[in-house]
């Protein structure tokens, strides 16, 4: 991660990226303009890093030549641009190929046709290194683009920020900052962390997501994952692990303003932590801690036992799967414990007590964090 000015901003597209983007961009424009020697007209000052790269790398004989047009004051693409300074060179007949670094509202590019209108060129073609679909709103043809990106803003290759990071060789993406608090609740089935996530949310304005709740939504409503989801949780097994990181990931996104997040019941295996490693990465966030509530096996079997009466719950009724339950636990689960250590996040909290004496004790760990 870096800092221009007030902003943080992380790594997006590396320099082999760009390069590679480049030299498609080359290999496009050469065979298309075959043996004519075009010009090449950068527009400033954005550009002159991709403009170097490029005609470095183009075959064949060509002009260079460079305008000055200014678009982004901040980081917002303004509406009225300065005018044009720098095209001195008479161009008519000539096959002009304008390079651009980004072209994102198109503000700039109208712009350029305006100017190019008058100057009785050949042919004049739009050559962009990167291209944001989403923000463009004009009709002229964008003749090469090297790489689409998301309409997010950018630095680094030529592009700054309010005057940094333009020397910078790859491109960085503006970070978003996020101050959530996302807590993975953990511990054996019947360790107590739904009935502690309830407490919590409330407490910490969190969301809170069960991935079993999720899963037995789905069975009563029949849906095709509810009913996947079914022959493997009514023997006490373990629902595979894509299916269960889709629909994470998916309850996750609906609900893109949280201040954070509760997850009880996952990640559940090795594969899950990654995953979930990845999403929060993906929000600029990060697992602050994974808070695990130990408890005996003979407890939590008499616990499940119990529930059972009224959960209505196959998997807490019967013994053997509940037994089940709790090796799949050990057998998969339970290495997360080392995971979460070698991050310096995981606490383990005695999850044997009353309902608020373990509240208690959780708390204790969430506000130390
Ligand atoms: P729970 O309510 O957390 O005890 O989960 C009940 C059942 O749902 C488990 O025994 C699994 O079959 C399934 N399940 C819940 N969370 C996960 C997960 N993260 N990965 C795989 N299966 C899960």
Redesign the pocket.
């Given at each position: 991660m870096i800092k221009l000015n007030d902003l943080y901003f992380k790594p997006f597209i590396s320099e082999k990226e760009i390069d590679s983007a480049v030299s498609k961009m080359v290999t496009e424009i050469a065979n298309d303009l075959q043996d004519e020697v075009p010009v090449f007209v950068g527009i400033l000052n954005g550009s002159f890093m991709f403009v170097s790269d490029f005609v470095k790398k183009y075959p064949k004989p060509c002009e260079v030549t460079f305008i000055k047009l200014a678009s982004y004051e901040g980081i917002k693409s303004t509406e009225d641009i300065q005018r044009l300074i720098g095209l001195t060179q008479d161009l008519t007949g000539r096959k002009v190929v304008i390079l651009e670094d980004i072209i994102d509202s198109g503000n700039t590019l109208e712009e350029v046709h305006r100017i190019f209108k008058n100057e009785n060129v050949d042919e004049l073609k739009i050559a962009t290194l990167f291209y944001k679909p989403e923000a463009y709103k004009k009709d002229y043809k964008l003749h090469y683009v090297g790489l689409e990106i998301p309409n997010k803003f950018i630095v680094g290759y030529g592009l700054d920020y309010n005057g940094l990071g333009r020397d910078l060789p790859e491109i960085y993406q503006l970070k978003t900052t996020q101050h959530m608090t996302n807590l993975v609740l953990f511990g054996p089935?019947g360790a107590g962390?739904?009935t502690q996530a309830e407490f919590l949310k409330d407490k910490y304005n969190l969301v809170h997501i069960?991935?079993?709740?999720v899963?037995?939504f789905n069975i009563k409503n029949e849906t095709a994952l509810g009913m996947l989801?079914k022959s493997?949780?009514d023997k006490?097994?373990?629902?595979?692990?894509q299916v269960?990181i889709d629909m994470?990931n998916a309850e996750v996104e609906k609900n893109a303003d949280a201040n954070g997040f509760i997850f009880?019941?996952?990640?559940?295996?090795n594969a899950?932590a990654q995953a979930l490693d990845q999403l929060m990465d993906g929000k600029d966030s990060q697992i602050n801690a994974m808070i695990a509530l130990e408890v005996d096996d003979e407890v939590l079997v008499k616990r499940l036992l119990e529930r059972g009466k009224t959960s209505g719950r196959k998997?807490d009724a019967d013994e053997t799967i509940i037994r089940n339950?709790i090796t799949?636990y050990y057998k998969k689960t339970a290495i997360l414990k080392d995971y979460y250590t070698a991050q310096n996040k995981y606490f383990g909290v005695d999850g044997v007590g009353s309902i608020s004496e373990i509240t208690e004790r959780l708390n204790a760990v969430i506000d130390k964090l």
């Open positions: 089935p962390k739904g069960s991935t079993g709740d899963f037995r989801a493997y949780m006490g097994e373990l629902v595979p692990d269960t994470l009880d019941g996952f990640p559940r295996t899950q998997d339950r799949e």
